[in-house]
């Protein structure tokens, strides 16, 4: 039915989506592999060379004979009133007899290529007009009879004397001796060589084989001690490996596994650190909101319920504040500080909008919030999330620290010359001393004394997010202040100041 086929077809294409699953290979099958492969391929090359090498060892002897017996039939051919003859004595006839396995053939021809003896189906050789090779014993490959021969043949000049030659030196009269054989004792040889050559090679091969099985094996069992000793590790052992007790060729593999334990580590200890404050600063507001609540519910006078529910509404807001900064920290501790990730910004308009977050605040406060703009762009890079938190963190903190009637300046500019973009947040409160200000940077710092509430996390968020940034922060008391007894702040965070791009600046 077509119904029935839909829910396969639907399978099918599920199962067709679905990601392939990568096969995992084995070091040592691969290293085995590449050393085997070669080896196999390259010994049937060894064989097809061998065999070559054999048959030339073999022919060696055997043309060596058939060159003496051609020789020796030569000596015997001559010139008998104008006509070739051949006087074969006993022991050159005992030269050509044929033995149990090659069968020998002669053949004598006359300077026209006319038969004088032995077997008149033998053919001639090609032509050769060089004279040098008169007298020369030369070899050839033919067929006889059906079989593969192989033939000796020299051309003898039939002018023996010296004064014959004397009369027709341009015209010699030549003789053709030829000696021919089977091959079959040449093959019976050269297969006996290529036994005595392949034979062992049986026996070498699988001992070649185990040998680099076994090399192997202690090659890479520093591999396994190494996989040994870290799953004899304990779970909360961090510690580098030992590179030293490696090979030179896994070094770099264990010092980029120590170079992932230490930033293993660096996260699992910014990790604990971060439970251990978020857990011993929130004990006392917390505490702080089950005492109100406890109080009120004990309470029956109205106004004494209303004050205990003021204060725990004021608990937890300071909660709530603390739990954003921690989150805050947290956020910007592990942030990655890849330039990659960093987008072009443009730091006075992203200053205005995060001063006009907090201008609602700072009325509440009966405070002066400013922002002095730039009459030009000012382009960084950075993530704009983080730089919003960090000016957000300092604006906090002066808006905090601020008696009311004061005031806060929030500044953008930039150093063409020195290639810096700077932002300043300048105040007109109780101001920090000196030997305070190196410490109010630290995380839970507040200086003794300070009728505030700060959690004292939000310059520590404001560093975290500068050293993310590769950025200054300097502090300073604020140069215009007058009275000594509110010198003030001026917080300057310095960036780096990119390259500025044509575009309408449409700020305010």
């Keep these: 039915m077509p119904g029935a086929a839909t829910p396969r077809k639907k399978r099918r294409a599920a199962i067709a989506t679905q990601p392939e699953e990568r096969i995992q290979r084995s070091l040592f099958g691969e290293i085995l592999d590449w050393m085997l492969a070669p080896l196999l391929l390259l010994w049937p090359m060894s064989i097809a060379i061998t065999y070559l090498i054999a048959q030339s060892i073999a022919n060696q002897?055997?043309?060596?004979?058939?060159?003496?017996?051609?020789?020796?039939?030569a000596q015997q051919v001559s010139e008998?009133?104008?006509?070739?003859?051949?006087?074969?004595?006993?022991?050159?006839r005992d030269l050509l007899r044929a033995d149990d396995v090659d069968n020998i053939y002669y053949k004598i021809s006359g300077p026209r290529g006319e038969f004088v003896e032995g077997d008149n189906d033998m053919s001639l050789p090609p032509p050769d007009d060089d004279k040098q090779n008169i007298g020369t014993v030369q070899f050839r490959n033919d067929i006889l009879h059906g079989s593969d021969v192989r033939i000796a043949y020299v051309q003898v000049d039939l002018r023996r004397t010296q004064a014959q030659r004397m009369a027709a030196p341009n015209t010699p009269k030549l003789a053709t001796v030829q000696v021919g054989e089977t091959l079959e004792k040449r093959a019976q040889l050269a297969n006996e060589i290529i036994k005595g050559v392949i034979l062992p090679q049986f026996i070498i091969l699988p001992v070649a084989l185990a040998l680099v099985w076994f090399a192997l094996s202690r090659g890479l069992s520093p591999l396994s001690e190494l996989?040994?000793?870290?799953?004899a590790r304990r779970p909360d052992d961090l510690s580098p490996i030992d590179s030293r007790q490696v090979p030179e060729e896994i070094s770099p593999l264990v010092r980029s596994l120590?170079?992932?334990l230490t930033r293993l580590s660096q996260t699992i200890v910014i990790q604990k650190r971060f439970i251990?404050?978020?857990?011993h600063q929130m004990k006392t507001p917390l505490a702080g909101m089950r005492m109100q609540s406890e109080l009120a519910l004990r309470q029956s006078d109205p106004v004494d319920v209303r004050r205990s529910l003021e204060q725990l509404a004021k608990s937890s807001e300071s909660a709530t504040r603390l739990v954003n900064q921690l989150l805050s920290l947290a956020r910007a501790e592990n942030q990655l500080p890849q330039i990659s990730s960093f987008v072009p910004i443009e730091l006075s308009e992203l200053a205005r909008n995060v001063v006009q977050d907090w201008v609602q605040m700072s009325f509440t406060q009966r405070i002066d919030l400013g922002f002095e703009q730039p009459g030009h762009p000012i382009m960084i890079s950075g993530n704009p999330l983080m730089l919003r938190e960090m000016l957000s963190n300092l604006l906090d903190n002066?808006?905090?620290?601020?008696?009311?009637?004061?005031?806060?300046?929030?500044?953008?500019?930039?150093?063409?010359?020195?290639?810096?973009?700077?932002?300043?947040?300048?105040?007109t409160g109780p101001g920090i001393a000196v030997s305070e200000r190196q410490h109010v940077f630290e995380r839970f710092y507040?200086?003794?004394?300070?009728?505030?509430?700060?959690?004292?996390?939000?310059?520590?968020?404001?560093r975290e997010i500068a050293q993310q940034h590769h950025a200054e922060v300097e502090l300073s008391h604020n140069p215009h202040c007058e009275d000594p007894k509110h010198p003030g702040c001026l917080f300057r965070v310095t960036l780096q100041l990119t390259a500025r791009t044509n575009f309408i600046d449409d700020i305010g």
């Excluded at 008998?80 to 050159?92: E, I, M, Q, T």
């Excluded at 251990?276 to 857990?279: E, V």
């Excluded at 004394?449 to 404001?462: C, D, E, F, Y």
């Design 276 to 279: 251990a404050d978020a857990a």
């Design 61 to 73: 002897p055997f043309d060596r004979a058939l060159e003496d017996s051609v020789t020796v039939l």
């Design 227 to 231: 996989q040994q000793r870290i799953r």
């Design 398 to 427: 002066a808006l905090h620290y601020t008696p009311p009637e004061g005031s806060v300046t929030v500044r953008a500019r930039s150093d063409e010359a020195a290639g810096l973009a700077i932002l300043e947040v300048e105040d």
């Design 258 to 260: 120590n170079d992932m």
């Design 80 to 92: 008998l009133n104008g006509k070739v003859v051949a006087r074969l004595p006993v022991s050159a």
């Design 446 to 462: 507040r200086i003794l004394g300070t009728p505030s509430s700060g959690s004292g996390l939000g310059l520590a968020i404001v």
